[in-house]
């Protein structure tokens, strides 16, 4: 290859990656350091103070990480070491935090090393000198029923931490589940800006991958559509955080229950002209995630638009978004939500399922959920039943209505998602929502018959 050919293949490797947003390995730990900086010196501070927390003690071992911590390393550590022991300390007289492990080393920049092991042996007695030293008035663990995701605490260490644990603060230890719930859920500034990326790239791929690059009628299946997204996802040097679903619904078929997506569904369905394809697809890149939800026609001979029925399906899904998302006012639960949507949605004539979860750090996250595919009445309170909406929080606005079509006589569901975020001036979709189908294959304008 000569000099001038390496070059251009340098540049166009370049452009493609610029095209798509991403960071390279070393600029992506810096920016997550940045990240977690901010998080811990401004956002946690306010947090615990909500909470009425002034201690909150984080604890876990090696591969068996509390969900919360994981969020809570830096980038360059992908596991806690050993027995990891994070203390966070809130003086909001003096308005102070401290940021300490009961570990042999730093845990990044900001979480100092407060155990040297050559004076105290023992890891558990050091944490109890620390606390006793700030005399606590609430400690705060990672136990709890209603959220799964603060409830990272192994029996052996709460046993251990207990038992360890001065007699006078034993009436002091509390869940830390609020805390923890809205440490996963609120996002920062500058996060939101990397969000709107994030989902700009997701959008990306499904319209490469709903488009003729990849599908070609009569001979692609929706498997194929799934692993060509999948390698995509690995090529662009990104994660998926669950596999992608790719699904077709046509003339000649009964209409499915939900549990099609995710069991039962075949996995190499040839993609027909005529078809309604579909998409459940997610990426993870920067410690955030997405989850989306977009339909594709595939153009018949000689057609050059979807059919109407389909076109105004997919402004019937719209409208059910639109009823969810108006219902999202601070304060409200997600059940109250979920009831005034659905209400809402019917008496306009719509056949609703509503089914939204937080979005973020993890794919389902903690916070405010909004129905599940098989609780259209509500959920459970175990599932965050009474947990409010919470302002600078991200949502997967997940769901589907069903219509009729009595040129293919039978119903199909028109499934959406798209990640939502619900700020102090109300709600707002992190990078658009789909209006249009998209068509595969792409119109040309300047052929036709």
Same mark, same amino acid.
């Given at each position: 290859?000569?000099?001038?050919?390496?070059?251009?293949?340098?540049?166009?490797?370049?452009?493609?990656? #610029?095209?798509?947003?991403?960071?390279?390995?070393?600029?992506?730990? !810096?920016?997550?350091?940045?990240?977690? @900086?901010?998080?811990?010196?401004?956002?946690?501070?306010?947090?615990?103070?909500?909470?009425?927390? $002034?201690? +909150? %003690?984080?604890?876990?071992?090696?591969?068996?990480?509390?969900? %919360?911590?994981?969020?809570?390393?830096?980038?360059? +550590?992908?596991?806690?070491?050993?027995?990891?022991?994070?203390?966070?300390?809130?003086?909001?007289?003096?308005?102070?935090?401290?940021?300490?492990?009961?570990?042999?080393?730093?845990?990044?920049?900001?979480?100092?090393?407060?155990? $040297?092991?050559? *004076? =105290?042996?023992?890891?558990?007695?050091? /944490?109890?000198?620390?606390?006793?030293?700030?005399?606590? *008035?609430?400690?705060?663990?990672?136990?709890?029923?209603?959220?799964?995701?603060?409830?990272?605490?192994?029996?052996?260490?709460?046993?251990?931490?207990?038992? #360890?644990?001065?007699? *006078?603060?034993?009436?002091?230890?509390?869940?830390?589940?609020?805390?923890?719930?809205?440490?996963?859920?609120?996002?920062?500034?500058?996060?939101?800006?990397?969000?709107?990326?994030?989902?700009?790239?997701?959008?990306?791929?499904?319209?490469?991958?709903?488009?003729?690059?990849?599908?070609?009628?009569?001979?692609?299946?929706?498997?194929?559509? =799934?692993?060509?997204?999948?390698?995509?996802?690995?090529?662009?040097?990104? =994660?998926?955080?669950?596999?992608?679903?790719?699904?077709?619904?046509?003339?000649?078929?009964?209409?499915?229950?939900?549990?099609?997506?995710?069991?039962?569904?075949?996995? @190499?369905?040839?993609?027909?002209?005529? $078809?309604?394809?579909?998409?459940?697809?997610?990426?993870?890149?920067?410690?955030?995630?997405?989850?989306?939800?977009?339909?594709?026609? %595939?153009?018949?001979?000689?057609?050059?638009?979807?059919? $109407?029925?389909?076109?105004?399906?997919?402004? @019937?899904?719209?409208? %059910? !978004?639109?009823?969810?998302?108006?219902?999202?006012?601070?304060?409200?639960?997600? #059940?109250?939500? /979920?009831?005034?949507?659905?209400?809402?949605? *019917?008496?306009?004539?719509?056949?609703?399922?509503?089914?939204?979860?937080?979005?973020?750090?993890?794919?389902?996250?903690?916070?405010?959920?909004?129905?599940? +595919?098989?609780?259209?009445?509500?959920?459970?309170?175990?599932?965050?039943?009474?947990?409010? /909406?919470?302002?600078?929080?991200?949502?997967?606005?997940?769901?589907?209505?069903?219509?009729?079509?009595?040129?293919?006589?039978?119903?199909?569901?028109?499934?959406? =998602?798209?990640?939502?975020?619900?700020?102090? @001036?109300?709600?707002?979709?992190?990078?658009?929502?789909?209006?249009?189908?998209?068509?595969?294959?792409?119109?040309?304008?300047?052929?036709?018959?």
């Amino acid at each position: 290859m000569t000099k001038q050919l390496v070059i251009l293949f340098i540049c166009i490797q370049g452009y493609v990656l #610029n095209a798509q947003q991403i960071l390279n390995e070393k600029e992506r730990a !810096q920016v997550i350091d940045e990240i977690l @900086d901010d998080r811990f010196n401004n956002l946690l501070p306010e947090l615990m103070d909500a909470s009425g927390l $002034d201690m +909150w %003690v984080v604890i876990s071992r090696e591969y068996n990480e509390d969900p %919360v911590m994981k969020t809570m390393l830096p980038a360059t +550590w992908l596991n806690a070491r050993r027995r990891t022991i994070l203390l966070f300390y809130r003086d909001k007289a003096k308005n102070t935090i401290e940021k300490l492990a009961v570990a042999r080393y730093n845990v990044g920049k900001n979480i100092i090393s407060a155990w $040297d092991k050559e *004076k =105290e042996p023992n890891q558990w007695a050091r /944490l109890m000198q620390l606390i006793s030293e700030r005399n606590p *008035k609430k400690i705060g663990l990672n136990f709890s029923k209603d959220h799964n995701i603060a409830d990272g605490l192994d029996k052996t260490d709460y046993d251990e931490f207990m038992t #360890n644990l001065p007699k *006078k603060y034993i009436s002091k230890v509390t869940s830390a589940e609020q805390l923890a719930v809205r440490w996963i859920e609120t996002r920062s500034e500058r996060e939101m800006v990397i969000y709107d990326q994030l989902v700009d790239i997701t959008h990306d791929i499904i319209a490469e991958a709903f488009s003729e690059k990849v599908i070609t009628p009569g001979i692609t299946t929706t498997s194929d559509v =799934e692993w060509w997204m999948r390698q995509k996802v690995t090529d662009l040097g990104l =994660e998926t955080w669950f596999h992608p679903t790719i699904d077709v619904q046509r003339s000649k078929e009964e209409l499915v229950s939900h549990l099609y997506s995710f069991s039962g569904r075949p996995e @190499d369905t040839v993609i027909l002209p005529g $078809d309604l394809v579909h998409c459940d697809f997610g990426i993870t890149y920067l410690r955030l995630n997405t989850d989306c939800q977009e339909l594709a026609y %595939v153009l018949k001979p000689e057609e050059t638009s979807a059919p $109407d029925f389909l076109v105004n399906g997919l402004k @019937d899904g719209n409208k %059910v !978004q639109d009823f969810l998302t108006a219902n999202m006012i601070k304060g409200r639960s997600g #059940n109250e939500i /979920l009831a005034k949507s659905l209400s809402q949605s *019917k008496k306009a004539g719509l056949r609703p399922s509503i089914y939204t979860h937080p979005l973020g750090s993890y794919g389902h996250s903690a916070g405010t959920t909004i129905g599940m +595919w098989d609780s259209q009445g509500g959920v459970m309170k175990d599932d965050g039943e009474n947990y409010p /909406l919470n302002p600078n929080t991200v949502y997967a606005i997940e769901l589907n209505t069903t219509i009729n079509i009595p040129e293919w006589n039978r119903d199909i569901r028109i499934m959406l =998602e798209e990640a939502g975020f619900y700020g102090e @001036d109300g709600f707002r979709y992190v990078n658009g929502r789909q209006t249009e189908l998209l068509l595969i294959p792409r119109v040309k304008d300047h052929q036709g018959n």
